[in-house]
């Protein structure tokens, strides 16, 4: 067997297993878990990586360094377009936070943009996606722990504080005034390192957050919530995930980050 046959080998299989629990926290939840989109993070991992995944069936990848999503999102491209193959169905998540000299790359190169965190970012985003003529589904990202090394809006009182609350809706509102991009849903982080209830916790008043924008801006369909990396997908999924964002599950520790 060759490397490459043996790389698609070991994603394949650490793929079934993740997959496979999806399934299990879905049913635990009584959800579809067809309603939950694996975001695969290859992130610090060579286009090699990337051409694995995709040959094992994974379509959707996630990136939290703009250059690395665009130059990844171009290689791709490139091999299907020599083997006769088409990119069209593949899917590119920018989920990490935002330098704003690097909004150019994002509204050019990603489909979805997980970690809107700053209303300066969404202004410039919007520039250039009216200038692309693209529009760019985001997700805003909140802070729900407080954790000041986290990004994210305030959110870590928003049920008791109702001056963070209006501000988190005014966020949205104004997101979602701007052309080109459209705010989907909620992006959260748990605490690091935090006991499973924690977590749990989290999650779930994120999901209650989306609930309470929807309801406040019903002009706005707000339908994602991004939860869950490797070691807390379950929580994100039993607690409403759509989006679960997964990287050492499915490739192994990376070597830096
Ligand atoms: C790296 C990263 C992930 C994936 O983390 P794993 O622990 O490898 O699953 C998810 N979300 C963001 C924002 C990341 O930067």
């Not at 067997?1 to 009584?30: C, F, K, P």
């Not at 090699?48 to 999102?73: D, W």
């Not at 069209?88 to 943009?113: C, N, P």
């Not at 759509?242 to 980050?257: D, K």
Request: with cysteine; proline share 3%; glycine share 8%.
């Amino acid at each position: 067997m060759g490397n490459i046959d043996q790389l698609e080998t070991s994603i394949a299989d650490r793929l079934a297993a993740v997959q496979t629990r999806i399934d299990a926290a879905a049913a635990r939840a009584g959800r579809d878990s067809a309603e939950i989109t694996l975001v695969a993070v290859t992130k610090t991992w060579p286009l090699e990586t990337v051409l694995a995944a995709y040959a094992v069936g994974l379509r959707h990848f996630g990136e939290n360094r703009a250059e690395e999503m665009a130059q990844k999102r171009v290689g791709l491209a490139a091999e299907m377009a020599a083997s006769g193959e088409d990119a069209a169905d593949v899917v590119w998540h920018q989920i990490g936070t935002l330098q704003s000299r690097k909004t150019g790359i994002v509204a050019e190169s990603a489909d979805y943009f997980h970690a809107l965190d700053r209303i300066k970012i969404a202004n410039r985003l919007s520039k250039t996606l009216v200038d692309l003529g693209r529009e760019l589904p985001v997700l805003i990202e909140v802070n729900l722990s407080g954790e000041a090394s986290k990004s994210g809006f305030k959110a870590e009182n928003w049920e008791q504080d109702a001056t963070q609350r209006e501000a988190l809706r005014t966020v949205l509102q104004t997101a979602a005034d701007l052309p080109g991009i459209r705010p989907v849903g909620l992006m959260t982080m748990a605490p690091w390192g935090a006991p499973e209830d924690e977590i749990r916790r989290v999650f779930a008043r994120c999901r209650e957050l989306k609930n309470w924008l929807s309801e406040a801006q019903p002009d706005v369909a707000l339908t994602e919530l991004s939860m869950g990396m490797t070691n807390d997908f379950e929580l994100g999924i039993e607690e409403g995930a759509t989006l679960v964002r997964i990287g050492r599950a499915l490739f192994g520790e990376r070597q830096r980050h």
